[in-house]
């Protein structure tokens, strides 16, 4: 058996199936990832970039940076991954993506239950009167000005993203970890399991009698632990997978 039939066989048995995803589902996409030697944290220090403090010390400086993922991300299209997982939504064969990414590619791709744990690009908050921007309105901010500002109050807009010393939505969190429980089977894709909370899931579900398999490029933090690992591109292999399950 190949390791996508085998991988096929476990989704197939073992439901509800809880996916599990990271940036390594959208590189296919052409966004790169953070932690690799070509990702994003090679070329911009996340302390100056990402973190809360950062963007109340110099907000123009840290929307120089979102100013150019914005434009990557909303010119980017989901790929085979994102396409496959939301046609095994649609099958009862997934029963929620939880995501690491803010690039809403899940749900341009036809998810319906997506959980962002690190937020989106959806929306982005006024800090000053509490208004909400969606990403339409944000996109026509960017293109007149440098720095997002309230068109109500001239405060700089906040991206609805989790930056470094915030905290993670707790709504999105609970769901999360209420989702590994349940899972029969979590599918991480793409993740290298490193970044707390998304690599304390896997744990949740193996504890509760579920099993974890895991499609990532590269060794992950759970790797001895999981019931099946394909070193393999996201894209190939859930399409692979998709086939086989249709
Ligand atoms: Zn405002």
Avoid at 70 to 92: F, I, K, W
Avoid at 143 to 150: E, I, K, L
Avoid at 176 to 188: G, K, M, W
Wanted: aromatic share 6%.
């Amino acid at each position: 058996m190949t390791d996508e039939a085998a991988l096929a066989e476990l989704i197939r048995e073992r439901q509800p199936c809880v996916v599990l995803t990271g940036a390594g589902v959208s590189t296919e996409s052409g966004i790169p990832d953070f932690r690799s030697p070509t990702g994003i944290w090679a070329q911009y220090d996340p302390m100056e970039y990402a973190t809360i403090d950062a963007f109340d010390a110099n907000p123009d400086k840290v929307w120089s940076f979102y100013a150019l993922r914005y434009r990557a991300l909303t010119g980017a299209e989901p790929n085979d991954a994102h396409r496959a997982l939301a046609e095994l939504e649609g099958r009862g064969l997934v029963r929620a993506v939880v995501t690491q990414n803010i690039d809403l590619l899940h749900e341009r791709a036809g998810s319906s239950d997506v959980v962002e744990v690190h937020g989106s690009i959806r929306t982005c908050v006024c800090r000053g009167c509490e208004t909400t921007y969606g990403l339409g309105e944000v996109q026509r901010l960017l293109d007149g000005m440098a720095v997002p500002r309230c068109p109500a109050c001239g405060t700089v807009l906040k991206p609805g993203v989790v930056m470094f010393g915030e905290l993670l939505p707790a709504e999105a969190i609970d769901r999360a970890y209420a989702l590994a429980r349940e899972a029969a089977l979590l599918l991480v894709v793409g993740s290298t399991l490193e970044v707390a909370p998304v690599s304390l899931l896997p744990w949740e579900t193996l504890e509760a009698g579920g099993r974890v398999a895991i499609v990532n490029l590269g060794p992950t933090a759970f790797d001895r632990h999981a019931a099946l690992k394909l070193e393999a591109k996201a894209g190939e292999v859930l399409r692979a997978v998709a086939k086989q399950l249709a």
